[in-house]
């Protein structure tokens, strides 16, 4: 019986192991904790993240971008876009921890929650290929008022800045924001005054002072213009915008004899252009429509080469200069600016679904073997250095080239465009994308990289959303196989039992039978027939005596009959 029990549950654990997904294990969840539950605004809070001592792999950290911004983290930072920064965590990762360390600042009031997302983990001890964390998630109140013993208020930001000439906005560089307190701004000659209105993120913040109560007087050149704030605290902060009224304009002198005729005089000197490009004069205008303005920009003033100060605009998510210039018949476009050599390129940007890259100029960086220098003509955004492949064998690549550009992270690379279908991916390999060397086998469909995103991003959500739906899954397959494990259990164990009592039931028939056979044999012995005594008087009692010896010694002499050797006694 136990040997059939412990058959029955080594049956049973077998069927409940078979269910659970090979590769893929839980472990404990992940934590997230923020060094402080309440700050103010414009203060720094540090969010900390661990993961198990024994799991390595990759995880987003979301939070609401209205109430906090992303400054920094203690590892390297995988992707970062509005409201979700990836990073590498755990004992294999690029930091050897399985802590990080995230550091957000409070924008506004508000509270503010910070979660995360597993993507994808690995155990350490390599004894499965992917685990499941649980996510996790942590709150931060976010005030206006500091911790100090009269609880008065901190804040001594402003709102709103705006400058105007009469019913003009004056455009200020860069665009406001709260926590910038240094702006420019350029009129021209015939504005004499401005108007600087001002309104405080606080109701218990005070404007002390702004230069000329807000109604500044120009005078030519550059015009200095103070706001200064105090907080409730007693604490102060200054911005400034400096407004630079333009010189007058040259006029032309009228000739001396009213009857000559304006053709005849001297003409001004035309205006030297700014760069040129491709034999073409490129102007730089005195501002930047706002809509004209490209995504994840913001306005910037650039000095050229001569000390001329020039609106341009600069990439959020990395180093990236662009000048908007106009030929002389007042037709613009954005240009890529480098600083160093005082030298421009078209700015072209290609865009995906959720994504884009901005083409840039190599700066001597070798290509990847394989690929020669050439020039790519993109149909309606211009001409670019790029590199062609160059296939042995005679294959004809001309519709694959390789680019180098910086994606929407701010990322730089190599990216592979295919002129054919307009469209473009992150470089990862030595030939392009459908080319096969003539000596190499075909690579399997597993090992085929089909994106054309060039989003690293969109690969990490796919990896999380596959997760997510085994995570949604798992434990449906578990139940459902469990179940089938225990009708088979109760199967198995139905055909033991019957399978038994059959036995056991033919078994004892037989020995019955058997056994009813020999005793018949026994009893036939002569033996055992029992003969009448003889009663005589008093020796009855000796009679008695004498058949009790008599039947022991039968019973001795039947034991030697079953052992070989037969002895007959005359009785």
């Keep these: 019986m136990k040997k059939t029990l412990l058959y029955i549950f080594s049956i049973f654990f077998m069927c409940v192991a078979m269910a659970i997904p090979n590769g893929i294990a839980s472990a404990a969840d992940i934590t997230i904790s923020a060094k402080s539950s309440e700050v103010n605004i414009g203060d720094s809070v540090a969010v ?44 294999y990762g690029l930091v050897a921890s399985n802590t990080v360390t995230i550091t957000f600042k409070a924008k506004t009031t508000g509270e503010a929650t910070v979660k995360t997302r597993g993507i994808d983990f690995f155990d350490n001890n390599g004894e499965t290929e992917s685990i499941v964390l649980g996510d996790s998630s942590t709150k931060i109140t976010i005030k206006n008022e500091t911790s100090t013993e009269d609880n008065l208020s901190s804040d001594y930001y402003l709102a709103k800045l705006n400058v105007t000439a009469g019913s003009k906005k004056v455009t200020l ?12 701004a350029t009129v021209d000659y015939d504005v004499t005054d401005v108007v600087v209105s001002v309104t405080r993120s606080s109701g218990k913040a005070e404007i002390v002072s702004i230069t000329d109560n807000g109604k500044v007087k120009l005078d ?3 015009n200095k213009v103070e706001i200064v704030v105090k907080a409730e605290n007693g604490k102060t902060l200054t911005y400034t915008v400096t407004i630079t009224r333009k010189e007058k304009p040259v006029e032309t002198e009228q000739p001396e004899n009213p009857t000559e005729t304006p053709g005849t005089t001297e003409t ?19 501002e930047i429509s706002e809509d004209k303005i490209p995504e994840d920009f913001v306005e910037k003033t650039v000095i050229l080469t001569g000390g001329k100060e020039t609106p341009g605009l600069s990439f959020e998510k990395g180093d990236l200069t662009i000048l908007y210039l106009e030929n002389e018949s007042k037709v613009g476009g954005f240009y890529v600016y480098n600083a160093a050599d005082n030298a421009i390129y078209p700015f072209i940007k290609l865009s995906a679904e959720e994504s884009y890259v901005m083409i840039l100029m190599p700066d001597e960086i070798a290509a990847p073997e394989g690929y020669a220098a050439c020039t790519l003509s993109i149909e309606g955004k211009g001409i670019v250095s790029a590199y062609q492949y160059q296939a042995s064998g005679g294959t004809d690549t001309s519709e694959f080239y390789l680019v180098y550009c910086m994606n929407n992270r701010g990322t730089t690379g190599w990216y592979q465009y295919d002129s054919l279908e307009g469209t473009f991916q ?25 994106s054309n995103t060039g989003n690293d991003g969109n690969k990490d959500s796919q990896t999380s959303d596959m997760l997510t739906k085994i995570k949604e899954y798992q434990s449906v397959i578990i139940c459902v196989a469990v179940f089938l494990a225990a009708i088979v259990v109760i199967i198995i164990i139905n055909i033991l039992v019957k399978k038994r009592n059959h036995n ?3 078994e004892d028939d037989e020995y019955d039978e058997d056994n009813e056979a020999e005793y018949e044999d026994f009893y036939d012995k002569e033996v055992f027939k029992k003969k009448e005594p003889v009663l005589v008087g008093e020796n009855e009692t000796e009679e008695k005596d004498e058949a009790a010896d008599n ?13 070989g050797e037969v002895e007959f006694i005359d009785l």
């Design 220 to 222: 030519v050149g550059a």
């Design 173 to 184: 560089s860069p665009t406001f924001n709260y926590r910038k307190t240094s702006y420019t």
């Design 268 to 286: 001004q000197e035309p205006e030297t252009p700014d760069f040129e490009y491709g034999g073409i004069k490129l102007y730089a205008p005195t």
């Design 426 to 450: 992150r470089y990862t390999g030595n030939a392009p994308a459908g080319v096969i060397e003539p000596d190499t086998e075909p690579s399997s469909e597993l090992d085929t990289d089909v």
């Design 551 to 563: 039947h022991h010694d039968d019973a001795k002499n039947s034991d030697e009959e079953d052992s």
């Design 504 to 506: 056991d039931g033919y």
């Design 48 to 91: 900390t993240v661990t993961v198990p001592e024994n799991v390595s792999g990759t995880l987003d950290v979301i939070y609401p971008t209205d109430l906090l911004e992303f400054v920094q983290a203690s590892a390297e930072v995988n992707s970062s876009k509005a409201g979700t920064v990836a990073v590498s965590i755990g004992k």
